[in-house]
C-alpha cells in the first residue's frame, strides 16, 4: 500500500508524526498546568476549553471541507495548530504561562481540530482506489494504536528532559511536518475517488450552509445503515467510555494497588488495538457492517471486565481482546462511510458522526460519578455492558446493516437538481427522499 500508493505514503508519513505529537501532548498538557501551579479544576477546564469548539464548529468543519479542497482545510488547521502549541510552548519555556492564556489557545486548537476531523475523512477516499479504503484506514489506526502504547512513554521522557513546555515545541514540530507533506500533495482531483458511484465529481452547487447542512443530514436519514450505526456509536461513547476514563482507575485505585496496575492495562488494550488493526489490514469481509456490529459488541465489554474483581493479568488480557473489537469496528464503520457516502457530502455525514462522538461524551463522563456513588462501582459497570453491549447487537437486525457490502451498491447513483448523490437504499423509496 505505501509502496504503491505514492501521494497516500506521504500523507501517512505527516499524519503519523501528527498523531504521535498528539498523544505526547495530552500527556503533557496536564503536567504543563500543574506546572504553573494550578489546580485539578485548572486542567479541566483547559482540557475543555480544547473540547468545546468541536461541538460548536464540526458541523461548519464538514460543510466548508465539502464546499473547499480537503487538503487546504487540512493544510490551514495544521499550520494553525503548530501556531498554538509553539506558542504554549513559548509561554511555558519563558515561564510567562497562565492558566487563562492556555485555555484561550487550547480553545483555538479546538476550532482547528473542528475543521480538520470532516476534512481529513473526506480526503481519504479521494488519494485511494475504493477496494484498497480498508487497507488505508488499518494502517492509519495502526498509528493511532501505537501512538496509544508509545506516545505516554515518549511523553514521559520529554517531560524530564525538557519539561511540559518542550513537549509542547515537539508536538507543534509535528504539526509543520505534517502541513509540509500536505502542501506537497498537489492538487487531489478525486481521479482516484472511491465514495458512492460519483467519485470524482465536482463539488455540489453552493446551496447556503443551513441547505448544505440540511444535505448531509438527510444522507445520514436516508440510510439506515448510517443513522443506526451512530446511534450506536453513541451510546458506545456515552455508555462504555466513561468507565475507562473514570470508573476504571477509580476502581484501580481502591482494589489494583493503583496506577501502576492501571497502566498495565491500557497498554494492553493499545497492544490490542494494534492487533485489531493488523486484522483489519488484512481481512476482507464481504459483510463490514455486520463485522463492525459483532466488533462493537465485544468492545463494549470493557466495563464488565473492568468491573470483574478478576486478577490485573486477565483484565489486562481481556482488554487485549476487547482493543481488538475497537479496532476492527472503527476501521470497518469509517471505511463503509467512504465506500457508500458521496464523496461530494462525505465530509458533511462525517461532521454529524464526529459531532455525535464528541457531544455526548461528555454526558456519560459527568453522570458516571454520580451513578456508582448512589449504586456502586461495580453494579454501574455491569450495568454498562448490559446496556450497551445488546445495543451493538441489535444492529445486526437491521437488513441494511447486514447485507451492506463491502463494494458500493449499485442501487446507488448521482442525484440530481442539488448536485447531491442520491444513494438511496434497495426499498427504501424514491430517490427525492435524499436530496434537497
Aim: glycine content about 12%; overall charge neutral; hydrophobic content about 55%.
Amino acid at each position: 500500500m505505501l509502496r504503491t500508493e505514492r501521494r497516500f505514503a506521504r500523507l501517512f508519513v505527516g499524519q503519523s508524526l501528527s498523531i504521535l505529537g498528539d498523544r505526547v501532548s495530552f500527556v503533557a498538557l496536564p503536567f504543563a498546568v500543574l506546572s504553573i501551579g494550578g489546580s485539578a479544576a485548572d486542567v479541566g477546564l483547559v482540557t475543555a476549553a480544547g473540547l468545546l469548539p468541536l461541538l460548536v464548529f464540526t458541523l461548519a468543519g464538514g460543510v466548508w471541507a465539502d464546499r473547499l479542497p480537503r487538503q487546504w482545510i487540512m493544510l490551514a488547521s495544521d499550520l494553525l495548530r503548530c501556531a498554538v502549541q509553539a506558542a504554549a510552548a513559548v509561554l511555558l519555556l519563558t515561564g510567562t504561562a497562565r492558566v487563562g492564556l492556555l485555555a484561550l489557545l487550547m480553545a483555538v486548537f479546538g476550532v482547528a481540530d473542528a475543521f480538520f476531523l470532516p476534512a481529513s475523512t473526506g480526503l481519504l477516499p479521494l488519494l485511494v482506489p475504493a477496494d484498497r479504503l480498508r487497507e488505508a484506514n488499518a494502517l492509519r489506526g495502526f498509528v493511532q494504536s501505537t501512538g496509544l502504547v508509545v506516545g505516554p512513554a515518549l511523553a514521559g521522557l520529554l517531560i524530564a528532559l525538557v519539561g511540559p513546555g518542550g513537549a509542547l515545541a515537539a508536538d507543534a514540530a509535528s504539526f509543520a511536518v505534517s502541513a509540509a507533506v500536505l502542501a506537497r500533495l498537489g492538487a487531489v482531483d478525486g481521479a482516484n475517488a472511491a465514495s458512492g458511484a460519483d467519485g470524482g465529481a465536482e463539488r455540489a452547487e453552493r446551496l447556503g450552509f443551513l441547505a448544505e447542512l440540511r444535505v448531509g443530514w438527510r444522507q445520514v436519514r436516508s440510510r439506515t445503515w448510517v443513522w443506526s450505526g451512530m446511534l450506536a456509536m453513541a451510546i458506545y461513547h456515552v455508555v462504555v467510555l466513561p468507565s475507562v476514563f473514570v470508573l476504571g482507575p477509580v476502581l484501580a485505585k481502591r482494589e489494583w494497588g493503583g496506577a501502576g496496575a492501571w497502566t498495565v492495562v491500557v497498554i494492553a488494550f493499545g497492544l490490542g488495538s494494534i492487533v485489531g488493526d493488523v486484522c483489519s489490514y488484512r481481512l476482507k469481509p464481504a459483510r463490514p457492517m455486520a463485522v463492525a456490529a459483532v466488533a462493537m459488541a465485544v468492545a463494549s465489554c470493557q466495563a464488565a471486565i473492568i468491573g470483574s474483581g478478576a486478577p490485573v493479568w486477565a483484565i489486562a488480557a481481556l482488554e487485549a481482546v476487547t482493543g481488538v473489537g475497537v479496532s476492527l469496528c472503527f476501521v470497518l464503520w469509517e471505511t463503509s462511510l467512504q465506500v457508500h457516502i458521496p464523496e461530494r457530502v462525505l465530509s458533511r455525514v462525517s461532521s454529524y458522526d464526529h459531532l455525535i462522538s464528541v457531544a455526548l461524551m461528555p454526558l456519560g463522563l459527568v453522570l458516571a460519578g454520580p451513578l456508582s456513588d448512589s449504586l456502586g462501582v461495580r453494579p454501574t459497570l455491569f450495568g454498562m455492558t448490559v446496556l450497551a453491549v445488546p445495543a451493538a447487537l441489535a444492529l445486526l437486525a437491521l437488513p441494511a446493516v447486514r447485507h451492506l457490502p463491502a463494494s458500493p451498491l449499485p442501487e446507488t447513483e448521482p442525484g440530481a437538481g442539488s448536485g447531491v448523490g442520491a444513494g438511496v437504499e434497495v426499498g427504501r423509496g424514491p430517490a427525492a427522499e435524499a436530496v434537497v
